[in-house]
T-cell receptor, first 111, second 114 residues
Framework: DQQVKQNSPSLSVQEGRISILNCDYT??????FLWYKKYPAEGPTFLIS?????DKNEDGRFTVFLNKSAKHLSLHIVPSQPGDSAVYFC??????????FGGGTRVLVKP | DAGITQSPRYKITETGRQVTLMCHQT?????MFWYRQDLGHGLRLIYY???????DKGEVPDGYVVSRSKTENFPLTLESATRSQTSVYFC?????????????FGPGTRLTVL
């Protein structure tokens, strides 16, 4: 049973608009959440993270929101750029334990 | 200075054969990890290592063996490959204060078992 789920396998957005990627989790012990970005034929690269003591973390065009009561986090990319076209994985950890990844969301940003 | 490398990048083998995937890092990071990526499952942890000669199982360890005699190398061996082990394999390291936080991934090995 997947503890971290990304229910949208793909997302298409116009350049300059907002991309919103969603991630749900079931394990209430998760206390740290991360987003990774992956281009084809490359390994994932770290994008942004958030601790459970926060509800928002921002880094340039990327913002992650955490709603602990709903066990939900989202990644906002504003404005979206063609170079953002990639697969995005959310991941979670509990008290320094292993990372559990979601299934990924493929984002296509159209020029 | 490549940081973290994996070899081979592509491998085709047959059921029952032994296969070893190599991972090498130049950062002297303590922790190293092996993941497999399958459609719909994201990345699943196979094995990890906290230091040389210290390894532990992850989520999907069956059918795999690891060793770590040197800090910089973390080979993954499929002792008798099965078709279900067809996947893309990623090695990763972390050297940050949070062990399970930001990890640095290699480029991956695409393994096909016929």
């Amino acid at each position: 049973d997947q503890q971290v789920k990304q229910n949208s396998p793909s997302l298409s957005v116009q350049e300059g608009r907002i991309s919103i990627l969603n991630c749900d989790y079931t394990n209430s012990m998760f206390d740290y959440f991360l987003w990774y970005k992956k281009y084809p034929a490359e390994g994932p690269t770290f994008l942004i993270s958030i601790s459970s003591i926060k509800d928002k973390n921002e880094d340039g065009r990327f913002t992650v929101f955490l709603n602990k009561s709903a066990k939900h986090l989202s990644l906002h990319i504003v404005p979206s750029q063609p170079g953002d076209s990639a697969v995005y994985f959310c991941a979670a950890s509990a008290a320094g334990n292993k990372l559990t990844f979601g299934g990924g969301t493929r984002v296509l940003v159209k020029p | 200075d490549a940081g973290i490398t994996q070899s081979p990048r592509y491998k085709i083998t047959e059921t029952g054969r032994q296969v070893t995937l190599m991972c090498h890092q130049t950062w002297s990071h303590s922790y190293m990890f092996w993941y497999r990526q399958d459609l719909g499952h994201g990345l699943r942890l196979i094995y990890y290592s906290a230091a040389a000669d210290i390894t532990d199982k992850g989520e999907v360890p069956d059918g795999y063996v690891v060793s770590r005699s040197k800090t910089e190398n973390f080979p993954l061996t499929l002792e008798s490959a099965t078709r279900s082990q067809t996947s893309v394999y990623f090695c990763a390291t972390t050297g940050t204060g949070g062990v399970w936080n930001e990890q640095f991934f290699g480029p991956g090995t695409r393994l096909t078992v016929l």
